[in-house]
């Protein structure tokens, strides 16, 4: 075999092996990209966090509260019964801000009444308390009970520190809670279809 024979089947090998390589080497780039790359794109549970939410309410009695989650957040509907609405009127002297000014968590200019909702009847706010962020209890029932005032007409009780709250989601004066609940943004897509998460377009 003459010299030039051995170096051509030698330049044959040397590219025979080069082009393997460098395809393996690409495929194995790609195998290692595409995983990376799609760490980048959000899950879906991300995406369904901030998305809005639709709920039905056509089953919701008087007096009864539902929650759901918004934003990794609980979010409280509640129909008041007449009497529950009567008594927000009733508590405005006790509270720390009743017509919900301040600014630390802004309430819709839609909530900014005394029963801070659309629908009179049904409040819908974020279950977090302002203070450290524990999610106050129910405590629906008027009258005298532990940790609460003898006068209580009913509302939410933070029992980590104490802050209250009446159905409006208003925080009592002289309580660690510095605000009122956040009220999400949210409006009717029906009479009895709520969606949270998004104000209506003009």
Partial sequence: ?????????????RRTWLITSA???????AAVAV???????????????????????????PGEKRVVEWRGKPVWIM?????QLAALEKVEPQLADPTSERKAYPTPEYAKNRHRSIKPEVFV????????????GDKFTPGPQPSLPDDWVGGFLCACHGSTFDLAGRVFKNKPAPDN?????HYYTSDTTLLIGEEKKA
């Fill in 1 to 13: 075999m003459s010299e030039a024979t051995v170096a051509a089947s030698v330049d044959n090998s």
């Fill in 125 to 136: 706010g974020v279950g977090i308390c302002t203070h450290l962020g524990c999610s106050p």
């Fill in 35 to 61: 995983p990376f790359v799609s760490s980048f794109q959000p899950s879906e549970r991300a995406k369904a966090a901030g998305a809005a939410v639709e709920v039905d309410i056509s089953t919701l009695q």
């Fill in 79 to 83: 129909r008041r019964s007449p009497e």
């Fill in 181 to 185: 609940l956040e009220v999400p943004p």
């Fill in 23 to 29: 395809a393996m080497g690409g495929v194995g780039a």
